[in-house]
């Protein structure tokens, strides 16, 4: 059988795969549960390495891939847990662990964007950061700090803060809230009474929360006032991301937007734009970190 190659996007919310062929062709595509450098210290360690282990035997169904190159959230190069993931795909791949690349899910997505030296790449999945690699493979970056700290903009603070909105309002008029941003957050919740919501939120955690973007960028494209609000807000806070890493570097350099919550639309692209620096290319990136980590296994 011919070699094949295969790419990770693990993230927060969900882990996507693609596998390629000799030629580079798609042979096949699919996608799994969350799998991130931080449930590996917690005690969700466990369950993500199976998490990892059930995808890779999806993958092995299709084929066996000859070299991987996966892009992890929170990982920092060379740590103790990119070592933990590479064996842990090695063995399930049966590889030995020098075909298996574990790289900042970052790094990954910059090179989805940019070559090196480029530009600045902004990323906005579950969280948010924006980074920018030289040719000789240095790094800088700006946000990234994790939901629990900041990471605004990102899909999770952008659900989170559609929520605040029209609870708020809920608290205010002592009734659900109406519109289009509360009628589908109350859908995608179960119910618009406090109890559904609670049981909703804090049991399904952070991913669903992020899902909730999808829902914003809905109402926000059918008209309603507080999610576009909700949206350009979250525009100014990545562009903020972008203006550090420039400042920092010196630069005016080309800006990419890339992740799911690039997918929000001109409500949150067009306020980006409007807060970077006058003269800044601005372009949203439609190459997805799947198809970037692939090509770098085939090499």
Same mark, same amino acid.
């Given at each position: 059988?011919?070699?094949?190659?295969?790419?990770?996007?693990?993230?927060?919310?969900?882990?996507?795969?693609?596998?390629?062929?000799?030629?580079?062709?798609?042979?096949?595509?699919?996608?799994?549960?969350?799998?991130?450098?931080?449930?590996?210290?917690?005690?969700?360690?466990?369950?993500?390495?199976?998490?990892?282990?059930?995808?890779?035997?999806?993958?092995?169904?299709?084929?066996?891939?000859?070299?991987?190159?996966?892009?992890?959230?929170?990982?920092?190069? %060379?740590?103790? *847990? #990119?070592?933990?993931?590479? !064996?842990? &795909?090695?063995?399930? $791949? =049966?590889?030995?662990?020098?075909? /298996?690349?574990?790289?900042?899910?970052?790094?990954?997505?910059?090179?989805?964007?940019?070559?090196?030296?480029?530009?600045?790449?902004?990323?906005?999945?579950?969280?948010?950061?924006?980074?920018?690699?030289?040719?000789?493979?240095?790094?800088?970056?700006?946000?990234?700090?994790?939901?629990?700290?900041?990471?605004?903009?990102?899909?999770?603070?952008?659900?989170?803060?559609?929520?605040?909105?029209?609870?708020?309002?809920?608290?205010?008029?002592?009734?659900?809230?109406?519109?289009?941003?509360?009628?589908?957050?109350?859908?995608?919740?179960?119910?618009?009474?406090?109890?559904?919501?609670?049981?909703?939120?804090?049991?399904?955690?952070?991913?669903?929360?992020?899902?909730?973007?999808?829902?914003?960028?809905?109402?926000?494209?059918? %008209?309603?006032? *507080? #999610?576009?609000?909700?949206? !350009?807000? &979250?525009?100014?806070? $990545? =562009?903020?991301?972008?203006?550090? /890493?420039?400042?920092?570097?010196?630069?005016?350099?080309?800006?990419?937007?890339?992740?799911?919550?690039?997918?929000?639309?001109?409500?949150?692209?067009?306020?980006?734009?409007?807060?970077?620096?006058?003269?800044?290319?601005?372009?949203?990136?439609?190459?997805?970190?799947?198809?970037?980590?692939?090509?770098?296994?085939?090499?």
């Amino acid at each position: 059988m011919a070699d094949t190659f295969l790419g990770l996007d693990a993230g927060g919310s969900s882990t996507r795969w693609l596998l390629l062929g000799e030629s580079g062709e798609e042979l096949a595509r699919g996608s799994g549960g969350p799998i991130s450098a931080i449930q590996l210290r917690t005690d969700e360690r466990e369950a993500t390495l199976g998490r990892l282990a059930a995808l890779l035997a999806e993958v092995v169904s299709v084929a066996s891939p000859v070299r991987v190159v996966a892009g992890v959230t929170g990982l920092e190069p %060379g740590s103790s *847990d #990119a070592q933990t993931l590479a !064996a842990t &795909a090695a063995r399930a $791949l =049966a590889l030995r662990e020098p075909a /298996v690349r574990v790289l900042p899910d970052i790094q990954v997505a910059y090179l989805s964007a940019f070559a090196p030296g480029a530009g600045v790449l902004v990323y906005a999945g579950t969280g948010s950061i924006a980074f920018h690699l030289t040719a000789g493979g240095v790094g800088t970056r700006a946000g990234g700090h994790g939901y629990l700290i900041d990471d605004a903009g990102g899909g999770f603070w952008i659900g989170r803060e559609a929520l605040k909105r029209v609870l708020r309002r809920a608290d205010e008029q002592g009734a659900p809230a109406g519109g289009a941003l509360a009628t589908g957050l109350y859908a995608a919740l179960g119910g618009s009474d406090w109890d559904a919501i609670r049981r909703a939120v804090y049991e399904g955690g952070r991913a669903r929360v992020a899902a909730l973007t999808r829902v914003v960028a809905l109402a926000a494209a059918r %008209g309603d006032e *507080d #999610a576009r609000a909700v949206l !350009a807000a &979250a525009g100014a806070e $990545l =562009a903020r991301l972008a203006r550090v /890493v420039s400042g920092r570097l010196g630069l005016v350099l080309p800006v990419a937007l890339a992740g799911g919550v690039a997918r929000c639309g001109a409500p949150l692209t067009s306020a980006m734009a409007a807060e970077l620096p006058s003269g800044t290319r601005f372009n949203v990136s439609t190459r997805e970190p799947v198809e970037a980590a692939a090509a770098l296994a085939k090499g």
